[in-house]
């Protein structure tokens, strides 16, 4: 199953954290030169949030900047996003997503080869 699988979705309040989990097959991990979150509200486009490449280097989009940190764990199989200082404009489906071609990562969905389904974010006020 290389079908990445997202947990750690869910309701709180304006200001408050939460951290999403990723979980891929080894297949995914060891392979991708790009991993990343992308999220999508409701009557919204889908949009990226926060990337990490297979060499370590991390991208945030400017609605992410200072308050989420992407990281993952090789040796788990395991991408998170760490969301801080969350805000009602947060909420959103947010996906996992990986890809393992190409030569450079750019938040294009469509070149994410490996997607998740998508967990629940929702932020109240």
């Known amino acids: 199953q290389d079908r990445p699988v997202e947990s750690g979705g869910g309701s709180v309040q304006a200001g408050g954290s939460l951290e999403l989990s990723c979980v891929t097959s080894?297949?995914?991990?060891?392979?991708?030169?790009?991993m990343a979150w992308f999220r999508q509200a409701v009557g919204k486009e889908r949009e990226g949030v926060a990337m990490?490449?297979?060499?370590?280097?991390?991208t945030y989009t400017d609605a992410a900047k200072g308050r989420f940190t992407i990281s993952k764990d090789s040796a788990k199989n395991t991408l998170y996003l760490q969301m801080n200082s969350l805000d009602p404009e947060d909420t959103a489906v947010y996906f996992c997503?990986?890809?393992?071609?190409?030569?450079?990562?750019?938040?294009?969905?469509?070149?994410?080869?490996?997607r998740g389904q998508g967990t629940q974010v929702t932020v109240s006020s």
């Open positions: 997503a990986a890809k393992n071609w190409g030569l450079e990562c750019a938040f294009r969905w469509q070149e994410f080869n490996f």
């Open positions: 080894p297949f995914v991990s060891t392979m991708s030169k790009c």
């Open positions: 990490i490449s297979s060499d370590g280097l991390t």
